[in-house]
């Protein structure tokens, strides 16, 4: 059973570019979450989203990023004209639909870095 | 709200000591608990979780946290630790009814030779 896979691993965008982050969650999870982190920090809490539907997006900035996770392909999380300070790690997590007693799974990351 | 802190932000241990790092939850419904390690340039590995079953949790690599409502601790545990285990820990929380995780800001763990 393949893991949660992110990619590209590494993504390099010159400001006012747009970068697109894939996350293919574990076979049977149909829950995507995104998290961010800086270096020295710890996780944030981006989005969090079920096939077709965004749950809870509190964490995500008001502008230029979205993410959607449709019910055929990969969950994309899109940062569009970006900036440098968008340079971070971004990390995708699953979960199984049950609610009893899960755990997120994470993927690799994908490392940004904008020039 | 939900919420965790980790306690030191950066631990060292002697290889074969004993690791202890530090984690204090804030809930206000019994939680669901975890520890998660990330090694350098990889993404996060679930260590162990607590689901309201036993206190005391055994997760891999050796490692053991336990449940203290009174104390609102889960502080996470290795009685001999190794080389291989410097890495950074994450303590996290959630909420039973709802998915989503809170997690702490980290502690990296050092072992000296």
């Known amino acids: 059973n393949a893991g949660v896979m992110q990619n590209p691993r590494h993504l390099v965008r010159r400001r006012g570019q747009e970068a697109r982050l894939r996350c293919s969650p574990m076979?049977?999870?149909?829950?995507v979450y995104w998290y961010r982190q800086l270096p020295e920090e710890g996780l944030k809490f981006m989005v969090y989203?079920?096939?077709?539907?965004?749950?809870?997006e509190s964490g995500m900035p008001k502008e230029r990023f979205s993410a959607e996770f449709p019910k055929e392909g990969p969950s994309i999380l899109r940062i569009q004209q970006v900036v440098r300070g968008d340079s971070a790690a971004y990390f995708c997590?699953?979960?199984?639909?049950?609610?009893?007693?899960?755990?997120?799974?994470f993927g690799p990351g994908t490392r940004l870095t904008v020039l | 709200a939900q919420s965790v802190t980790q306690l030191g932000s950066h631990v060292s241990v002697s290889e074969g000591a004993l690791v202890l790092l530090r984690c204090n939850y804030s809930?206000?419904?019994?939680?669901?608990l975890f520890w998660y390690v990330q090694y350098p340039n990889q993404g996060l590995q679930l260590l162990l979780k607590?689901?309201?079953?036993?206190?005391l949790v055994k997760g891999i690599n050796g490692f053991e946290a336990e449940f203290k409502k009174s104390e609102t601790s889960f502080h996470l545990t290795k009685p001999s630790a190794h080389m291989s285990d410097a890495a950074e820990y994450f303590c996290?929380?959630?909420?039973?009814?709802?998915?989503?995780?809170?997690f702490g800001t980290g502690t990296k763990l050092q072992v000296i030779p």
């Open positions: 997590a699953s979960s199984p639909p049950s609610g009893q007693g899960f755990a997120q799974f």
């Open positions: 607590y689901t309201s079953a036993a206190t």
């Open positions: 989203l079920q096939k077709e539907n965004i749950i809870d």
């Open positions: 996290a929380v959630s909420d039973p009814g709802y998915q989503k995780v809170t």
């Open positions: 809930s206000s419904v019994p939680p669901y």
């Open positions: 076979k049977g999870h149909s829950h």
